[in-house]
């Protein structure tokens, strides 16, 4: 076997260390031999350098050792040419080097940041500064903050439910509150406590979690949805206040094991907030409406106003009373001492639902409002759906469910109406607003006696007590009787309106209400032009009736234009001034004529004509 050309260079170069190591033996040459010498170690330190810098794997090694470093270098060895040795070959042909320009179109890298939306502020300031809705009662009030609270608690614990009760127990019942949920399938209605989850926490008085609900037993657990909604896992703690349990928070998910032993204590810290808020509602609440009916009980007391009328009777005590109890419908039923009829006087229905209108009979046999009359004791009913009795009349048609109140206005064990009140939700009125308002409405019962009193006695009357002329009722009556004459003897009638014009401009220059003034000066003056043959009454506040015994509307129009200067020549004097005032008056013919308020509504006529004139004029029809 021939010797190969890489082992002959080897072989070349290692005899070079025997000459070098001969050249001493053979020569005396000092010189020669330090050369010789210093060649020798060179050439030796020169052999053993390249030989540790190119040191290559032993390739005495076996042929698995080989392919090891080849993976490892990342270089395929071949066996060479010759069967001597090995070569190393590279996968890459090519050198690829980066230089200064590809870094220079490199992006230099930002650090991170959070994505932070333009709209931020506004979101933010949105949710934070959520007002609830105007016109709104407290426990509405107390509803929109509690749902904003069991909001954050279902968002906080990713309950699919989160849910809060009222608890009654005088009737041993649990109320839906309020809730915010992923389902619409939770039912707004009153719980009577039996054997489920949310009726043991009221019952022994302390939290109850469940890590794994079957869907078996969920509806017999969980009450308040519909539809079985695959709850596994449920956690409900009572809350306090004061003393005893006013209520259960609850919370649900369809995850097994959803809620801990952690969770109970940290809705402890929710329930303290809620009945927190229960107690500043409350305290705040009872301060106001204490203050509210205060001032409507001043406010009635205070007033020196006198009743001219029976609608602004009403509208004082309407006004008086909505500030007293809290309803979406009010009745004033009124005792009329004319007709010895109590009815519905004023209606005030707030909703959008049927309800009953004005002048209706009350039926005092077989309905509330006239068990109330008859026993002149007040009824308060829970809830109105259950009623067998009708409200106010037997023929009444209403859709109005929840609760109804009425108190009677006795005086002097008379009643002279009944005030009554309705809510759309169920058990509102307690005992102690039954018992405030006894109290209260006695000053209305004294002055709804005092307008009846006034009115009897009024109608008993045939004078004005302001003009001493005829009132109303006994100018009718006695041109009745004067049209019966004129109509049997076939002679001329006419009857003239006299109305005071408005004088609010002048009004503004006194101190005091000119009016009554105005009223006696005038009141004079018709006074003066009465004879036998006239009739004279005051038909209004403003407005007075002249009837004419046998004579023509010719005769009537003349004398009516020398009242209407006459009046307005005449000086009044009101407080330090002197000022005058003016009259419009229509004429109307009562020649063949029965009919009193035909001839009136004639005149009526004509005087509406004269004021459309601008007053002070008169006018015939």
Same mark, same amino acid.
């Given at each position: 076997m021939g010797i190969g050309s890489r082992n002959r260079k080897?072989?070349?170069?290692?005899?070079?260390?025997?000459?070098?190591?001969?050249?001493?033996?053979?020569?005396?040459?000092?010189?020669?031999?330090?050369?010789?010498?210093?060649?020798?170690?060179?050439?030796? #330190?020169?052999?053993?350098?390249?030989?540790?810098?190119?040191?290559?794997?032993?390739?005495?090694?076996?042929?698995?050792?080989?392919?090891?470093?080849?993976?490892?270098?990342?270089?395929?060895?071949?066996?060479? *040419?010759? #069967?001597?040795?090995?070569?190393?070959?590279?996968?890459?042909?090519?050198?690829?080097?980066?230089?200064?320009?590809?870094?220079?179109?490199?992006?230099?890298?930002?650090?991170?940041?959070?994505?932070?939306?333009?709209?931020? @502020?506004?979101?933010?300031?949105?949710?934070?500064?959520?007002?609830?809705?105007?016109?709104?009662?407290? *426990?509405?009030? &107390?509803?929109?903050?509690?749902?904003?609270?069991?909001?954050?608690?279902?968002?906080?614990?990713?309950?699919?439910?989160?849910? &809060?009760?009222?608890?009654?127990?005088?009737?041993? !019942?649990?109320?839906?509150?309020?809730?915010?949920?992923?389902?619409?399938?939770?039912?707004?209605?009153?719980?009577?406590?039996?054997?489920?989850?949310?009726?043991?926490?009221?019952?022994?008085?302390?939290?109850?979690?469940?890590?794994?609900?079957?869907?078996?037993?969920?509806?017999?657990?969980?009450?308040?949805?519909?539809?079985?909604?695959?709850?596994?896992?449920?956690?409900?703690?009572?809350?306090?206040? #004061?003393?005893?349990?006013a209520g259960v928070l609850g919370l649900d998910s369809k995850e097994s094991d959803a809620f801990g032993i952690e969770t109970i204590y940290s809705l402890g810290r929710f329930v303290r907030v809620i009945s927190s808020i229960i107690t500043l509602f409350d305290e705040k609440f009872s301060e106001s409406q204490s203050e509210q009916r205060l001032k409507s009980l001043l406010g009635i007391l205070a007033s020196d106003k006198k009743f001219e009328t029976e609608n602004e009777l009403y509208e004082a005590i309407e006004n008086s009373v909505k500030n007293l109890i809290s309803c979406d419908a009010f009745t004033f039923v009124y005792f009329n001492p004319h007709e010895q009829k109590f009815k519905t006087s004023k209606i005030n229905n707030k909703t959008s639902l049927k309800y009953i209108g004005e002048n209706l009979e009350i039926e005092l046999a077989g309905t509330l409002v006239g068990k109330s009359i008859l026993s002149g004791m007040p009824i308060k009913i829970d809830d109105t759906s259950t009623l067998e009795l009708p409200r106010f009349s037997k023929s009444e048609d209403l859709t109005f469910d929840g609760s109804? !109140?009425?108190?009677? !206005?006795?005086?002097?064990?008379?009643?002279?109406?009944?005030?009554? &009140?309705?809510?759309? @939700?169920?058990?509102?009125?307690?005992?102690?607003?039954?018992?405030?308002?006894?109290?209260?409405? @006695?000053?209305?019962?004294?002055?709804?006696?005092?307008?009846?009193?006034?009115?009897?006695?009024?109608?008993?009357?045939?004078?004005?007590?302001?003009?001493?002329?005829?009132?109303?009722q006994a100018f009718k009556e006695s041109v009745k009787k004067d049209l019966f004459k004129a109509n049997k003897l076939e002679v001329p009638g006419a009857l003239a309106l006299i109305k005071i014009d408005e004088f609010l401009e002048e009004g503004s220059l006194f101190e005091g209400d000119p009016f009554p003034k105005v009223l006696k000066t005038i009141s004079q003056i018709l006074t003066e032009e009465q004879t036998e043959l006239v009739t004279i009454g005051r038909i209004k506040d403003k407005v007075f009736g002249v009837y004419f015994f046998n004579s023509t509307t010719k005769d009537i129009f003349l004398w009516a234009e020398k009242l209407r200067i006459k009046i307005a020549r005449k000086p009044i004097a009101v407080v330090s001034k002197q000022t005058t005032f003016t009259v419009s008056i229509g004429v109307a013919t009562a020649s063949n004529r029965v009919d009193i308020d035909e001839?009136?509504?004639?005149? *009526?006529?004509?005087?509406?004509?004269?004021?459309? @004139?601008g007053g002070n004029t008169v006018k015939t029809l």
């Open positions: 080897r072989v070349l170069i290692f005899l070079l260390v025997p000459i070098l190591v001969s050249i001493p033996f053979f020569t005396d040459d000092i010189i020669l031999k330090i050369i010789s010498s210093l060649l020798l170690l060179l050439y030796v #330190g020169f052999i053993i350098f390249l030989r540790d810098s190119l040191r290559l794997p032993n390739f005495s090694s076996t042929e698995k050792e080989i392919e090891e470093y080849s993976q490892q270098s990342g270089n395929e060895i071949h066996e060479s *040419d010759d #069967g001597e040795g090995f070569e190393f070959v590279s996968p890459n042909k090519s050198l690829e080097v980066l230089s200064a320009s590809d870094f220079s179109s490199i992006t230099p890298r930002k650090p991170k940041t959070s994505f932070i939306p333009s709209d931020l @502020k506004e979101n933010f300031e949105k949710i934070a500064s959520e007002k609830p809705p105007a016109n709104i009662s407290h *426990d509405e009030q &107390f509803a929109f903050i509690l749902e904003k609270i069991l909001t954050v608690i279902k968002e906080a614990y990713l309950a699919h439910t989160s849910i &809060f009760f009222w608890y009654n127990k005088r009737k041993n !019942l649990l109320t839906l509150e309020k809730y915010v949920s992923s389902s619409s399938a939770v039912i707004n209605q009153k719980y009577v406590l039996e054997d489920d989850i949310l009726s043991k926490i009221v019952q022994k008085e302390e939290p109850q979690l469940l890590t794994n609900i079957t869907t078996n037993a969920e509806s017999d657990v969980i009450r308040y949805y519909n539809t079985p909604q695959g709850i596994k896992s449920f956690i409900g703690v009572p809350l306090y206040y #004061g003393v005893q349990i109804f !109140l009425a108190i009677p !206005l006795t005086y002097d064990d008379q009643n002279y109406g009944v005030l009554c &009140f309705e809510s759309l @939700k169920k058990n509102v009125y307690t005992n102690a607003d039954v018992a405030f308002m006894k109290r209260a409405t @006695k000053i209305f019962a004294y002055i709804v006696y005092a307008h009846s009193t006034h009115s009897v006695l009024k109608g008993l009357l045939s004078l004005d007590l302001d003009t001493r002329l005829m009132n109303e001839i009136i509504y004639n005149a *009526d006529l004509a005087l509406k004509k004269a004021i459309e @004139k």
